[in-house]
């Protein structure tokens, strides 16, 4: 069993600790730029980099004065370094500040939810290869259509969470972006230079053109990623809740030793983990739609968006950390039962087989319109219990008798015939 899911390292990233240290990066990352071009002296500088530092209950105590956050922290910071703080935040306004740090910070939310993601792809394929050939019935609209492998199922599974991957590192591109270009962009107070030097400097690239913030666009994007990452992980939850339904029980999520089910009745066995990961999606997905309202601001910048991403970026965040890795711990433990996947497979008494049989008429040469209603009548004798099995119903069709002997109606309901394309898919996830 891989090891139980840890929220530390995802949610220190959000505590008051790490924005005050990102903020605290930018603006010594801006006077190491500021003194590359001269306009710091080197020995302020080191004593910048030496000093600075932040106290939180300090912050806090000059925010109930100053009501700005911003310069509660630059006080704070000042306090530590002396004299030499005067060159601290210089040229810059906080939004260049904020959302530079911000940015600091999703890179590395992303870097985490991408890992987490690798290793729930490892473990779909694991999963995938072990049930390859483990034959179960496709379902559309809840109903039995034709066989499939639950390896085939999981593999889907597999592909999906790629394309996730594929579009968190896309999004982490995306939003692996800063702004020092000051109060509304123009550069009044810092020329584009500095700009650029912090920004190597920090790892980041510099937006392309920006009014006082980094445009929301990019959030939304990563946001939204986000939610179709955690809407494929519900998919899967979904999917289990539905096999471990007690008339299939295809599947079963782990159920450890000494676990209850129900406080009134001993016999359960819930999948409450899948629960909870299809509810807290929702939540992911419901913070999407928060971010693509943010994406719209007046004029060069207000702060309606602010007190929303300070909800809704943290959650997301931790919410989608936390769900791939108990959707990986889930399928890591998953209990297949092959044996009612046969079981069930022939719950329709080989009426599956009918599009197999349709065809098989078709070369005979009967019209396609005629081969259906000749399956179809035999298929709903099964399905309304006239006949005990399909193949009785249609060893006494005269339709049938006209075109087949029983022999040859043997390898219609093969179902490795199902089967023959298997390697092919599996050949794809290599």
Avoid at 220 to 231: D, K
Wanted: net charge positive; with cysteine.
């Amino acid at each position: 069993m891989i090891k139980r899911y840890t929220l530390e390292k995802m949610g220190t990233l959000w505590t008051e600790e790490a924005k005050f240290q990102s903020w605290l990066d930018v603006e010594i990352a801006v006077c190491e730029a500021w003194a590359q071009k001269g306009k710091i002296p080197k020995k302020d500088l080191a004593v910048i980099k030496k000093k600075a530092a932040f106290n939180i209950d300090e912050i806090e105590k000059i925010e109930l004065r100053t009501r700005h956050d911003l310069i509660a922290f630059t006080e704070s910071v000042a306090n530590h370094v002396g004299k030499a703080s005067r060159y601290i935040h210089m040229g810059i306004t906080s939004s260049d500040v904020v959302d530079t740090g911000f940015a600091i910070r999703l890179v590395k939310g992303c870097d985490i939810v991408m890992e987490d993601t690798k290793t729930l792809i490892k473990t779909l394929k694991k999963l995938a290869v072990k049930h390859k050939y483990t034959v179960q019935i496709g379902r559309t609209h809840n109903v039995h259509a034709e066989p499939i492998t639950f390896g085939l199922k999981v593999l889907v599974w597999y592909f999906e969470m790629k394309r996730s991957l594929d579009r968190l590192a896309a999004a982490k591109e995306d939003i692996r972006v800063g702004k020092l270009s000051g109060a509304v962009g123009n550069y009044a107070n810092i020329p584009p230079e500095v700009e650029k030097i912090a920004m190597q400097k920090m790892g980041l690239k510099r937006a392309e053109i920006a009014n006082q913030v980094i445009q929301r666009d990019r959030y939304a994007y990563l946001m939204t990623v986000m939610a179709v990452a955690a809407g494929s992980i519900e998919k899967i939850a979904t999917e289990i809740r539905n096999l471990q339904h007690t008339e299939i029980l295809e599947v079963e999520e782990p159920f450890a030793k000494g676990q209850k089910g129900s406080s009134a009745m001993p016999h359960k066995r819930n999948p409450v983990v899948c629960e909870q990961i299809t509810g807290l999606a929702r939540v992911i997905r419901s913070n999407s739609i928060a971010s693509l309202e943010n994406i719209t601001l007046w004029h060069e910048r207000d702060i309606s968006h602010s007190s929303v991403e300070r909800i809704i970026v943290p959650d997301s965040f931790i919410l989608l950390h936390y769900i791939i890795n108990k959707m990986t711990w889930v399928l890591d433990g998953l209990q297949v039962y092959p044996s009612n996947m046969k079981r069930n497979l022939h719950y329709l008494k080989g009426a599956i087989f009918s599009q197999r049989l349709l065809l098989a008429l078709v070369q005979k040469g009967v019209s396609r319109e005629q081969s259906y209603e000749i399956v179809q009548r035999n298929a709903m004798r099964v399905w309304g219990g006239e006949s005990p099995d399909f193949i009785t119903s249609l060893l006494a069709d005269d339709d049938i008798k006209k075109n087949f002997d029983a022999k040859e109606l043997d390898p219609i309901f093969d179902v490795n015939y199902y089967l023959k394309y298997v390697d092919e898919f599996f050949k794809r996830a290599e």
